[in-house]
Structures are given as structure tokens and as C-alpha cells.
């Protein structure tokens, strides 16, 4: 009772940690609700960077003969051409995974259906990366000429959309590989199914998949120091204010209070487990 749990909670999907932290008593904020001004997440977008940039080089292993490849450089060398690598997302993990793969020499191509993302694309990368809409065409006529695929859609609060069909995967290159980074939304390829660094590929109609759902944890050491520098300021905020008025004084960190004194104070988690909902406001005055 009344001790404060910082961290990712992710409380939707999981009823039996819900009903523990609810009869707990504890004051439960959830890294990956609170938000920012511009719209973000901040505490979940290091994450996102990482496991972004980590999908070129999880793909450049996927693209090697031992692994069910095509046995290809992502950049190739003078004389042959480089890999095509086509993202779909061009959020934070798909802007990542671009820097990459621009950087490895790759011919890249990002999808995405919002055009701001495609207008930032382009401001960042001009034309070496080719930022596309993203439509069922679209997808399925760069999917098919891909040799790397990155899966990094996100719809907030829902299951990823199955953007790439099996029937696409049975006729996509023998040897070309897919990362779905998007896994831990259910995945955006039809044929994913999450996988761990222990065992992180699979093969399907000769198409090397990789679907690790914790994908920073294989650098766990960048991945906590890229964490914790998003997390401290509002660590000293609650060691110096007491949760209360660090609460009170903040909306963004308001937002990222999942559960207190036994009470459900997030909407989506309340509406997840069909229990009762209580304005974080209401129990916080
Ligand atoms: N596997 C892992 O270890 C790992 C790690 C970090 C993040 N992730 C996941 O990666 C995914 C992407 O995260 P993010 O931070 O980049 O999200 P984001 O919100 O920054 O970007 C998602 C992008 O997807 C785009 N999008 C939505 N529908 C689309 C469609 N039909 N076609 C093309 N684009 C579409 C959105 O416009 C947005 O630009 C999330 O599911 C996240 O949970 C996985």
C-alpha cells in the first residue's frame, strides 16, 4: 500500500497483474501511457528507436545464406546492386530503421498513410529514401520487389492491422526476410507469430521471418541507458514532489497512472478487463 511502481505495466493484455496491482493498494504508473505535448510517448519512444535500428542489422543477418536467405548485402558493392528494403511505418521505428538502412547503402523505400510522416521523411532523407502512400496496392507491389520488409505499423490502442496478406508472402523473392517489429501489437504480417532471441527466426514459402517481441532486450545496455534518460525526470519529479502533487502538477505523468489505491484510474485498461473506471483527478484532489 501507497508504494509508487514506475515501469512499463502494459495492463490491457494482462488481467491476473491488473487484479494483484488493484488489490496491492499501490500507486501504479505505466511508462507507456504517459504522454507528451506533441502527441508522444516518450517514455515508450527509446524503444522504438531501438528495436527501429536494430531491424536493419536482425534483417542484414536474415538476408544471409545460413539463415535461409537470399545471401545478400544489404548495400551491395561496385558492380552489384543493393538490397530493396521496404518499410511500412514510418513512425519512430520505421524512421529508424530508414537511418539504417540508408546508412548501410540499401535502397529504401517507406510506406506510411500519414502524410506528415511522409513530408518528415522526405525533409530528413530527401531522395534517398522514397516515402510512399500507403495503400493495399502500394504495399503489395513494393512488398513483392522487397528483399528486406520491416513491419513497424502502429494504430494506438489496437492490434496491428495484417497489412501483409500470406498470399503476398507465397509470392514474394525465395530468401527475401521480413522483421516485424510490430509483433508485440499481434504483428502487421499475416504469417508472424512472436518469437525470442533464443530462437529468432523462422522460415515460411522460403521467406526468413524474425518476430522477437522484445527486440532492446538482445542491447540491454543501450537500451536501459536510452530509457533511463527519458525516465529520470520524472523519477526526481515523484522523489521531490511525493506522487501527489508530482501527479497533480503534470498531466503528461497524470496520464501514466494505470492503478491507486485499488482503483483503475486508465480508461483503456478498465474498458480491457470490464471494470470499473475512476478519473486519476478525482482520487489524486
Ligand atoms: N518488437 C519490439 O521489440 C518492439 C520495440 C519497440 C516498438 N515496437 C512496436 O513497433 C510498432 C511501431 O512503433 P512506433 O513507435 O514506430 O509507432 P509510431 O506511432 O511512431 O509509428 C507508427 C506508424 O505507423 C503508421 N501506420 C498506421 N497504419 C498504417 C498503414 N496502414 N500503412 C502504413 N503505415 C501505417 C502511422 O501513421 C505511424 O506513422 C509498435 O507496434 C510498437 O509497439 C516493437
Same mark, same amino acid.
Given at each position: 500500500?501507497?508504494? +509508487?511502481?514506475?515501469?512499463?505495466?502494459?495492463?490491457? *493484455?494482462?488481467?491476473?497483474?491488473? &487484479?494483484?496491482? +488493484?488489490?496491492?493498494?499501490?500507486?501504479?504508473?505505466?511508462?507507456?501511457?504517459?504522454?507528451?505535448?506533441? #502527441?508522444?510517448?516518450?517514455?515508450?519512444?527509446?524503444?522504438?528507436?531501438?528495436?527501429?535500428?536494430?531491424?536493419?542489422?536482425?534483417?542484414?543477418?536474415?538476408? &544471409?545464406?545460413?539463415? #535461409?536467405?537470399?545471401?545478400?548485402?544489404?548495400?551491395?558493392?561496385?558492380?552489384?546492386?543493393?538490397?530493396?528494403?521496404?518499410?511500412?511505418? $514510418?513512425?519512430?521505428?520505421?524512421?529508424?530503421?530508414?537511418?539504417?538502412?540508408? #546508412?548501410?547503402?540499401?535502397?529504401?523505400?517507406? !510506406?506510411?498513410?500519414?502524410?506528415?510522416?511522409?513530408?518528415?521523411?522526405?525533409?530528413?532523407? #530527401?531522395? %534517398?529514401?522514397?516515402?510512399? =502512400?500507403?495503400?493495399?496496392?502500394?504495399? &503489395?507491389?513494393?512488398?513483392?520487389?522487397?528483399? !528486406?520488409?520491416?513491419?513497424?505499423?502502429?494504430?494506438?490502442?489496437?492490434?496491428?492491422?495484417?497489412?501483409?496478406?500470406? &498470399?503476398?508472402?507465397? %509470392?514474394?523473392?525465395? $530468401?527475401?526476410?521480413?522483421?516485424?517489429?510490430?509483433?508485440?501489437?499481434?504483428?502487421?504480417?499475416?504469417?508472424?507469430?512472436?518469437?525470442?532471441?533464443?530462437?529468432?527466426?523462422?522460415?515460411?514459402?522460403?521467406?526468413?521471418? =524474425?518476430?522477437?517481441?522484445?527486440? *532492446?532486450?538482445?542491447?540491454?545496455? /543501450?537500451?536501459?541507458?536510452?530509457?533511463?534518460?527519458?525516465? @529520470?525526470?520524472?523519477? !526526481?519529479?515523484?522523489?521531490?514532489?511525493?506522487?501527489?502533487?508530482?501527479? @497533480?502538477?503534470?498531466?503528461?505523468?497524470?496520464?501514466?497512472?494505470?492503478?491507486?489505491?485499488?482503483?483503475? /484510474?486508465?480508461?483503456?485498461?478498465?474498458?480491457?478487463?470490464?471494470?470499473? =473506471?475512476?478519473?486519476?483527478?478525482?482520487? !489524486?484532489?
Amino acid at each position: 500500500h501507497d508504494q +509508487i511502481l514506475f515501469t512499463y505495466l502494459h495492463l490491457a *493484455p494482462d488481467l491476473p497483474q491488473t &487484479e494483484e496491482l +488493484i488489490s496491492s493498494g499501490a500507486i501504479c504508473i505505466a511508462y507507456e501511457t504517459v504522454t507528451d505535448d506533441r #502527441g508522444g510517448l516518450p517514455l515508450l519512444a527509446p524503444m522504438s528507436e531501438v528495436a527501429g535500428r536494430m531491424s536493419i542489422q536482425a534483417g542484414a543477418m536474415a538476408l &544471409e545464406k545460413s539463415m #535461409g536467405g537470399l545471401g545478400m548485402l544489404l548495400g551491395g558493392v561496385p558492380g552489384v546492386e543493393p538490397a530493396k528494403v521496404v518499410i511500412i511505418g $514510418g513512425g519512430m521505428v520505421g524512421t529508424n530503421a530508414a537511418q539504417m538502412a540508408v #546508412g548501410m547503402g540499401a535502397d529504401v523505400v517507406v !510506406l506510411d498513410r500519414s502524410i506528415d510522416a511522409l513530408r518528415r521523411l522526405n525533409v530528413q532523407f #530527401g531522395s %534517398k529514401v522514397k516515402a510512399i =502512400y500507403s495503400t493495399a496496392d502500394a504495399i &503489395e507491389k513494393h512488398v513483392l520487389q522487397a528483399d !528486406l520488409v520491416i513491419g513497424g505499423v502502429l494504430i494506438p490502442g489496437a492490434a496491428a492491422p495484417k497489412l501483409v496478406t500470406r &498470399e503476398h508472402v507465397k %509470392k514474394m523473392k525465395p $530468401g527475401a526476410a521480413i522483421v516485424d517489429v510490430a509483433i508485440d501489437q499481434g504483428g502487421c504480417v499475416e504469417t508472424s507469430h512472436a518469437t525470442t532471441h533464443q530462437d529468432p527466426t523462422y522460415i515460411v514459402d522460403d521467406v526468413v521471418h =524474425y518476430c522477437v517481441a522484445n527486440m *532492446p532486450g538482445a542491447v540491454a545496455r /543501450t537500451s536501459t541507458f536510452a530509457l533511463n534518460n527519458a525516465t @529520470l525526470p520524472y523519477i !526526481l519529479k515523484l522523489a521531490r514532489l511525493g506522487y501527489r502533487d508530482a501527479l @497533480l502538477s503534470d498531466k503528461h505523468l497524470q496520464n501514466g497512472l494505470n492503478v491507486m489505491h485499488g482503483k483503475i /484510474t486508465c480508461k483503456e485498461v478498465a474498458v480491457a478487463h470490464n471494470m470499473p =473506471y475512476t478519473a486519476a483527478n478525482e482520487l !489524486l484532489q
